[in-house]
């Protein structure tokens, strides 16, 4: 017991010694476990994928401006993305993956939407959501024209909740 | 029949020395005594008791579900050792390994069969068990940290079906684990994280046929073995299962106790046997499902989670993502890991739902439950749209934090009007709620499963 009277001043210091050490044993065991747990948890992230030239991740080369259409939608499945034409001649390149829960979203030319055939999410041409459970519209690549080619960078997803002009990519007039 | 128990090793043959430094009992042990010592000196056995409470033998106590748990998880991990010595994690392989393993291997379809039913029935009977230890209050002190040990089982059990569920890599695989694991990023601030790392990528690849099958075929039967270890002790800690008794008896203290060598092995023996028969009958006659390879360009139409997830998946079909796959499943997590540490009116301990008032009480609930979730789910889907009266709401709002406010006030209202119109104690309360909770999410289960058809659309299920 801390309080009793019959404890000599030297048996108080020891004990308090004690119980300092085995705080920092404590801590320092502590200390240990969120290293481990650091170590195991840095071990199981996922690693930068390596991107092969001209496939998913790389920068890809859809075609020349004027092999597309307005109006159009082209799938480019090894670059998992849409190349969509709008109607004033700009450009947009959209992920395929539902933002929903993942599903891939396949064209219909007909009725001119994405129809997700998990739970029935649309987008537009635009990738703009139509129709919910879908929370945001279809996520976009970055898009550039260099010698009147159109390329796509998929080595980055953009995420965003609507569609804006801002993200349309315009060839310049020649 | 007086052999010696420890022979001098000088007098007998070598064969018999051999045998006795094996075995130094009789294999068979003919009596009471021997019995007893023979439990007591087995490897395999000395971690039973030597004798347990007679009542607890009833069948109507535990309908045997806690051993026929533990005999499937050892099938899982017979059959689980033998599939991986053919089974090839990567997405080029495994799709076809799987093939060569019901078309070349020798009885390789069989045990595919097995792994795939008693994984399948696993689920169902760790769910019933969870069930009847519920009903026979068998949660009181000392057994609450038991209770809590079982949910931490339970979730092994639900993980290991789920990572297998991911290996055979076809289309149902595929599709069923990108949904199941998309749900994982409507979780408030690590979602993102926690998605990629359980996938180990944005999407699902090879990455996450790696990690899947690490985890299937080496983290959870770990965890699993030591965790049923810390089970068992703690059942052979509080003195064996709960003493069955009907309402009003006492418990009587103690308790006339029997030989566990040969009252509850033989029975154990039993209820292994017909189980083990009935899997292997059913992998006999029906093949576990193989669809096409997997296709990460096209999406089948429906797209369902495997079925022990369907009725979170239906709750997602109406509510927001962050309410069906955060709110409700945190909420229901924490209500179950505190039920049994609630300070109850009565020690129902053994008796089966508790009360007389309690079993009316349950029928109720489970009435209402069957009224109310078909009918909500309807109305839902083909009524309200609450996107156009509540139009000035963020979707989080309206479709996630009213509809959860509201089902919260209702079941809480339900059992406050439940305790007054019966006046009964808080365990016949707590008892009809916890019903309640259990047949919506078995309803929405089954909706899920059969009623969902092309676009997740209601249909009916036999035509
Ligand atoms: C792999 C999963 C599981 C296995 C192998 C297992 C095994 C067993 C066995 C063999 C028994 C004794 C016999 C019987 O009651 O049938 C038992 C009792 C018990 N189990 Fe489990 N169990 C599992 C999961 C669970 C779950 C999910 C819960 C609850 C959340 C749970 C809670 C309990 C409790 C509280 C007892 C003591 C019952 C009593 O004293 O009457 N177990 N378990
Ligand atoms: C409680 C324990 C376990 C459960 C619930 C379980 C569940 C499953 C499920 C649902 C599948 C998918 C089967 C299908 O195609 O329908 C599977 C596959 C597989 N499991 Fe397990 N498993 C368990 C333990 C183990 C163990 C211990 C191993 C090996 C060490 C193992 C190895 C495998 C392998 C190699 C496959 C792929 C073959 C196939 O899909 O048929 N499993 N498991
Ligand atoms: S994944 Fe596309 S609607 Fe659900």
Same mark, same amino acid.
């Given at each position: ?174 | ?62 309908w045997?579900l ?14 689980? !050792? ?11 392989? =495994? ?9 070349? !291997? ?18 169902l009977?760790?769910f019933l068990h969870l069930l009847r230890v519920f009903f026979t209050g ?68 090879? =990455? ?39 309402p ?10 029997? =030989? ?11 209820? &292994? ?38 009725g979170?998946?239906e709750m ?6 962050? &309410? =069906? !796959?955060?709110? !409700?499943?945190?909420?229901l997590?924490?209500v179950l890991?505190?039920l ?8 129902s301990?053994?008796i089966w739902f508790a009360s007389h008032k309690g079993r009316r009480m349950a029928v109720i609930a489970a009435i209402a439950a069957l009224i109310v979730t078909p009918f909500l789910i309807i ?28 089902l919260? &006030?209702a079941i809480m209202g339900f059992y406050l009007m439940m305790k007054w119109r019966f006046?009964a104690s808080n365990n016949d309360g707590v008892q009809a709620v916890f019903v309640f909770i259990v047949v919506s999410l078995v309803v929405l289960t089954i909706v899920g499963v059969w009623f ?12």
């Amino acid at each position: 017991m801390p309080n009793n009277t019959e404890e000599t001043g030297m048996e108080r210091r020891t004990s308090r010694r004690r119980s300092f050490l085995n705080w920092l044993w404590l801590g320092l065991g502590l200390v240990a476990l969120a290293e481990i747990v650091w170590l195991v948890v840095s071990f199981l992230r996922p690693r930068k994928p390596r991107a092969k030239a001209g496939g998913f991740g790389s920068v890809i080369e859809t075609g020349t401006v004027d092999s597309f259409a307005t109006g159009t939608v082209t799938a480019f499945p090894r670059g998992k993305f849409y190349l969509s034409r709008l109607e004033n001649g700009g450009f947009l390149a959209l992920s395929r993956t539902c933002t929903h829960l993942g599903c891939t979203v396949p064209w219909f030319e007909k009725e001119k939407k994405f129809t997700c055939p998990c739970h029935a999410s649309a987008f537009d041409i635009t990738g703009d959501v139509i129709n919910a459970p879908a929370p945001r519209a279809l996520d976009v690549y970055r898009v550039f024209v260099e010698n009147n080619v159109v390329k796509v960078d998929t080595s980055i997803r953009i995420r965003r909740t609507e569609f804006r002009k801002a993200q349309v990519t315009f060839p310049r007039k020649p | 029949m007086a052999i010696p128990n420890n022979p001098s090793p000088e007098k007998s043959g070598l064969f018999l020395q051999i045998w006795r430094s094996i075995f130094p009992d009789p294999l068979i042990p003919r009596s009471d005594q021997a019995r007893k010592r023979y439990l007591f000196k087995n490897l395999i056995l000395h971690f039973r008791p030597l004798t347990v409470p007679e009542k607890t033998l009833k069948f109507s106590l535990t309908w045997g579900l806690g051993g026929m748990a533990a005999v499937l998880v050892l099938l899982q991990f017979g059959t689980g !050792v033998l599939l991986k010595f053919v089974y090839v994690p990567t997405p080029v392989a =495994a799709y076809s390994s799987i093939e060569i393993l019901q078309n070349e !291997v020798a009885f390789g379809q069989l045990i595919r069969n097995l792994h795939h039913w008693s994984a399948n029935l696993l689920v169902l009977i760790v769910f019933l068990h969870l069930l009847r230890v519920f009903f026979t209050g068998s949660f009181h002190p000392p057994r609450q940290f038991s209770w809590v040990i079982g949910l931490g089982l339970f979730s092994l059990v639900l993980i290991a079906n789920f990572t297998g569920y991911l290996l055979p890599y076809d289309q149902l695989a595929y599709w069923a684990v990108t949904v199941s694991t998309g749900m994982l990023e409507y979780i408030p601030g690590i979602g993102a994280w926690l998605q990629e790392t359980v996938r180990g990528g944005t999407v699902i690849g090879s =990455a996450s046929l790696r990690i899947f099958f690490a985890l299937h075929t080496a983290v959870i039967p770990v965890a699993l073995v030591i965790l049923m270890g810390f089970h068992f002790w703690r059942i052979r800690r509080a003195g064996g299962l709960v003493i069955p008794r009907t309402p009003g008896e006492e418990i009587d203290e103690p308790p006339v106790r029997v =030989a566990t060598l040969p009252n509850l092995l033989l029975r154990e023996v039993v209820v &292994a046997s017909v189980l083990i028969a009935v899997v292997i009958l059913v992998s006999v006659f029906f093949n576990a499902p193989l669809g096409k390879p997997a296709n990460p360009g096209l999406s089948p139409n429906p797209t369902k989670a495997p079925w022990y997830f369907a009725g979170l998946q239906e709750m997602l079909l109406h509510l927001h993502p962050i &309410a =069906a !796959v955060f709110t !409700v499943p945190l909420i229901l997590a924490t209500v179950l890991l505190l039920l049994p540490y609630v300070s109850y009116d009565s020690d129902s301990r053994g008796i089966w739902f508790a009360s007389h008032k309690g079993r009316r009480m349950a029928v109720i609930a489970a009435i209402a439950a069957l009224i109310v979730t078909p009918f909500l789910i309807i109305i839902d889907d083909f009524v309200i749209e609450p996107g156009k009266w509540l139009s000035g709401l963020t979707p989080e709002i309206r479709n996630g934090l009213i509809p959860i406010v509201i089902l919260v &006030a209702a079941i809480m209202g339900f059992y406050l009007m439940m305790k007054w119109r019966f006046s009964a104690s808080n365990n016949d309360g707590v008892q009809a709620v916890f019903v309640f909770i259990v047949v919506s999410l078995v309803v929405l289960t089954i909706v899920g499963v059969w009623f969902r058809g092309p676009g997740m659309k209601l249909v009916w299920p036999l035509r």
